[in-house]
């Protein structure tokens, strides 16, 4: 079955410092998605990316969806105490397919 | 605008005991609608599927089973829990051909 690497598993940074992390597949996606989880609740959603090469900001965030379709990536800029989470990316091949999901970025703040 | 929402929140239950979770989803017709479950720490396993009513689509074999007896209801069920059962339990929904799904907030359980 399809498979999504996330790097890195999980990331330890200073309060303003900017994070990086990635996820990459075997095969295709047609959406790339990318969640937060804070502890004891659901993912939410944070940005989602439905073509080739799309490059998408909310806030803070930006990410972009791979010319290859194989991949995707995720910054976050001048990070703060609230960034801190779960990061999952996750790649869709068509609506009535399931997502898969990566295995998550854990991401710690050192104010 | 859309909401989901699942309960209960948490729940511990005894080894050998019957579940039932139930996942509603408002302001949409026809969702696709999903159960994941994470063990601590961990990524997200889908369990089960479901493009309309009665359809259900299982991903992993295991003790669960999942019933979707309205449009906007899912229900994730056990006869008899296993330890191995516990987890943070997710129901999800998009749109019908949709290409982003939403969670729900999610239910504790730990089966001792």
């Known amino acids: 079955g399809q498979q999504l690497n996330q790097s890195p598993q999980s990331m330890f940074i200073q309060e303003g410092e900017d994070v990086s992390m990635n996820c990459t597949s075997s095969?295709?996606?047609?959406?790339w998605l990318w969640y937060k989880q804070d502890p004891g609740e659901g993912p939410v959603l944070l940005i989602a990316?439905?073509?080739?090469?799309e490059l998408t900001s909310n806030g803070r965030l930006t990410a972009q969806f791979g010319t290859t379709r194989k991949d995707s990536f995720l910054n976050i800029s001048a990070s703060i105490p609230s960034d801190v989470g779960i990061y999952f990316c996750a790649g869709l091949l068509s609506g009535n397919t399931p997502l898969v999901f990566g295995k998550g970025t854990r991401l710690s703040v050192i104010a | 605008s859309q909401t989901i929402h699942q309960w209960p929140a948490t729940l511990v239950q005894p080894v050998g005991s019957p579940l039932s979770l139930e996942c509603t989803v408002e302001g949409t017709s026809n969702p696709n609608l999903y159960w994941y479950r994470q063990a601590a720490g961990r990524g997200l396993q889908l369990l089960f599927y479901s493009v309309g009513i009665g359809q259900i689509s299982s991903e992993v074999p295991q003790n669960l089973s999942a019933s979707r007896p309205q449009d906007r209801q899912f229900i994730l069920s056990s006869k008899k829990l296993l330890l191995s059962d516990s987890g943070f339990y997710l129901c999800?929904?998009?749109?019908?051909?949709?290409?982003?799904?939403?969670f729900g907030e999610g239910s504790w359980l730990t089966v001792v």
């Open positions: 095969s295709i996606f047609n959406t």
């Open positions: 999800a929904w998009s749109n019908t051909g949709g290409n982003t799904i939403y």
């Open positions: 990316l439905y073509k080739a090469g």
